[in-house]
């Protein structure tokens, strides 16, 4: 698959095993190892996303793609490969989330740890701290503009019994260049992924969420047809220095 003008150049040979950040992957045992070498617990069809993204490596793999590859004659939703890309994501933790980008309406890309990547995911570190404080920032900021806005009316029932559910809708891209999107949908899944993980909270998939980009629906309207709580928004610049 041809790589994308911003991708960097990586060469690896047909079938050995890739370096994700502290993890190596093995595409012919699709095994997902640790720097100790302990296998790491995956879904199958975790694994072979894996196995199918690790066949390009630098590429970018649709969404049809993968999910012909992973499901074949089996009826999927979008939402089946997201928690899979989920699934890989948190098992590398945030030291090689990296290694899995998502490119808007086009796929996923794999880049692996490599001299020739090495780089670029320098470069990103620092973004990726900077852009673990913004979200942590906008979503306390929701909140608590939540609670204000209902600070004179009552709790709700469900809100004293029932855990908050919580959807993170795209995060809209400000800086004017449309290349961009897949920065400010990358940051609008691993929010989802990251906030899944907190334990008393429920999220809706980022792939339901996606559904209602540029929606002319009100906020009450969306939440309600998400069956959700709370609603995460922002909006997303990224410095080209």
Not at 20 to 45: C, H
Request: charged share 25%; aromatic share 4%; proline share 6%.
């Amino acid at each position: 698959m041809p790589l994308s003008r911003n991708s960097p150049e990586i060469s690896t040979k047909p079938g050995e095993p890739l370096r994700l950040g502290a993890f190596s992957f093995d595409p012919s045992t699709r095994e997902l190892r640790d720097s100790g070498g302990k296998v790491q617990d995956l879904r199958r069809q975790s694994s072979d996303v894996l196995a199918v993204l690790a066949r390009s490596p630098g590429g970018v793999v649709s969404k049809e793609d993968l999910i012909a590859e992973v499901w074949r004659d089996i009826a999927v939703t979008d939402d089946s490969l997201v928690q899979c890309i989920g699934d890989i994501r948190r098992a590398l933790g945030s030291g090689a989330r990296d290694c899995i980008q998502t490119v808007a309406r086009r796929g996923y890309r794999l880049v692996p740890t490599s001299a020739a990547a090495r780089p670029v995911g320098r470069a990103r570190s620092g973004a990726k701290a900077l852009i673990a404080c913004l979200a942590a920032v906008i979503f306390i900021a929701s909140l608590v503009t939540l609670l204000l806005q209902n600070r004179d009316q009552p709790v709700p029932i469900a809100a004293l019994g029932d855990p908050p559910v919580i959807a993170v809708l795209p995060f809209a891209n400000m800086s004017g260049d449309p290349d961009q999107l897949y920065f400010s949908d990358g940051l609008t899944e691993d929010l989802t992924t990251d906030l899944s993980q907190v334990s008393g909270l429920r999220m809706i998939s980022s792939a339901s969420s996606f559904t209602y980009r540029d929606s002319k629906l009100t906020p009450e309207a969306i939440a309600r047809d998400l069956g959700a709580s709370h609603l995460v928004t922002g909006s997303v610049r990224r410095d080209g220095r």
